[in-house]
């Protein structure tokens, strides 16, 4: 039976205390319902008892080693955790326990190097990230960088909320990214777990959406969260759509992860637009050159977003502008999870509820 710690939780306590985790054991295989010890804090870290955790597209990518920096085997994916601090290291004089947090993408960075002392910390070359390097939320328990883990405002739900802590801050960092004024058109392509949310902080943000997908499932939901314009990239040429609509869009956020979405981008967009890439798919895209110089095209990639951006995606969904949709599971449903999410086959967000485990 798995131990559990009260909101007095001492290092002493904990020790000899275990947790229930899904863990990599090597990539490619199915994750590993394993009981494990809670770890402890150390200095400038907190222990947190989670509540739930949403499962990002990045998380399939760590358990199956897709990207050329790979983790390290084994270790607990998952970077959007929600939960009670429970225990406190040495030097947290910042949080107390009972405060409710989550961990992110960017679990810390160095704080010293020329990114993170001008405002771009998540392109330190030192950051660790959470579920990858650092154990993540697969867990009843997990640590945090007391500095840079997210404080979670009052009255968040527990299902809800998960998913801002990563799906909700990359959309939106990568929304300001785009530079879309409001009252300008913007394309989201791809109404997945990211895409949904893009959708109604666009909306929130002023912006005009037109929303691109091959699912009429999931276009009929972004035209209920606000898009004006919902186009079928499996049945319809959208770049020729959208210019004869509207004459094109002042800016695309690619959360999809077909290749193809990465192209088709470029033809959806005015001249002058920006064009911002969230989606990690597996290669390369064909760029026309002759089309990015002629049109002052700009192409640039957005990852999560710093402490500072994630305060704002909080705020928006704090204030009711912001709904994920969700799906709840247990934590042995990891797996099926997966084989879903490779399959396109989640609307909205996957989130593992631990509330009722012991």
Known sequence: MTETLDTTGTPAEIAG????????????????????????????????????TGVCHTDLHAAQGDWPVKPQPPFIPGHEGYG????????????????????????????????CCTGWETLC??????GYSVNGSFGTYMLVDAAYAARIPDGADPLEVAPILCAGVTVYKGLKESEVSPGQ???????????????????????RVVAVDIDESKLALARELGAEIVL???????????????????????????????????GLVRRGATIVFNGLPPGDFPAPIFDIVL????????????????????????????????????????????????RGRIDGRMVIDYRDDS
Request: hydrophobic share 45%.
């Open 17 to 52: 205390s275990t947790m229930r985790a899904a863990v990599v054991t090597e990539f490619g295989a199915a994750l590993q319902i394993s009981e494990l010890g809670v770890p402890l804090p150390g200095h400038g870290q907190a222990l947190v008892k989670l509540e739930t």
């Open 84 to 115: 009670t601090v429970v225990a406190l290291g040495e030097g947290v004089d910042d949080l107390q326990v009972g405060d409710k947090v989550g961990n992110a993408w960017l679990w810390s960075a160095c704080g010293e190097c020329e990114y």
């Open 125 to 130: 070359e030192s950051q660790r990230n959470g």
């Open 185 to 207: 058109w913007v394309a989201i392509s791809g109404i997945g777990g990211l895409g949904h949310l893009a959708v109604q902080y666009a909306r929130s943000m002023g912006m």
């Open 232 to 266: 079928n990239a499996r049945t319809a040429d959208v770049a020729a759509e959208a210019h004869k609509a509207i004459g094109g869009v002042h800016g695309v956020l690619v959360t999809a992860v077909h290749p193809q979405a990465f192209g088709q981008a470029i």
């Open 295 to 342: 049109k002052r095209l700009t192409i640039r990639g957005s990852i999560v977003g710093t402490r500072q951006d994630l305060t704002e995606a909080l705020d928006f969904y704090a204030r009711g502008l912001i709904k994920p949709r969700v799906t709840v599971a247990r934590l042995e449903d990891v797996n099926d999870i997966f084989d879903r999410m490779r």
